[in-house]
């Protein structure tokens, strides 16, 4: 009967230790992707081809939900404007927003391709952007990139 506990205590702990194993990591990768987001919101090349209005406009930051790959945190906000996923019912009521096509982390390196959409005149203009990262001493640095 002994062995029979035993081996329940075991299979428990190695459950409890297997999901908090899962949880750190998706955690890091989750802040990862927080830091990497922020970095494509706030890329000054983008920004520049943005027009200054639009980008004045701009109190919020919006991504497109695709029901695609990655989370970020509910409490992140970049210069005090709050992130926002909208559906594209919502995009009519929407000036500048973000589609992040592809967002992929491996280990201290990352590849993103995104689109920045805005409007003129009720004319969308949208910009590709990628962008390789590197993760050096617990720092995401952009080492290249293009439009």
Do not use: G, R
Not at 21 to 38: G, P, R
Not at 93 to 104: G, I, P, Q, R, S
Request: aromatic share 16%.
């Amino acid at each position: 009967m002994k062995k029979f506990y035993y081996s329940i205590i075991c299979t428990l702990f190695l459950l409890f230790s297997a999901n908090c194993l899962f949880a750190q990591e998706n955690t890091e990768i989750d802040l990862n992707q927080n830091v990497i987001i922020e970095q494509c919101l706030t890329f000054a090349p983008l920004l520049e081809k943005i027009p200054v209005e639009i980008l004045q406009q701009n109190t919020e930051y919006y991504i497109l939900n695709q029901e695609t790959f990655f989370k970020f945190s509910p409490e992140l906000k970049i210069n005090d404007k709050e992130i926002f996923l909208v559906d594209k019912p919502q995009l009519d009521l929407v000036k500048l927003y973000f589609d992040f096509f592809t967002l992929n982390i491996d280990n201290n390196k990352a590849n993103v391709l995104y689109y920045a959409t805005y409007k003129v005149d009720n004319i969308e203009q949208t910009i590709s952007t990628t962008i390789q990262f590197e993760k050096s001493n617990s720092v995401w640095k952009i080492i290249n990139y293009s439009f």
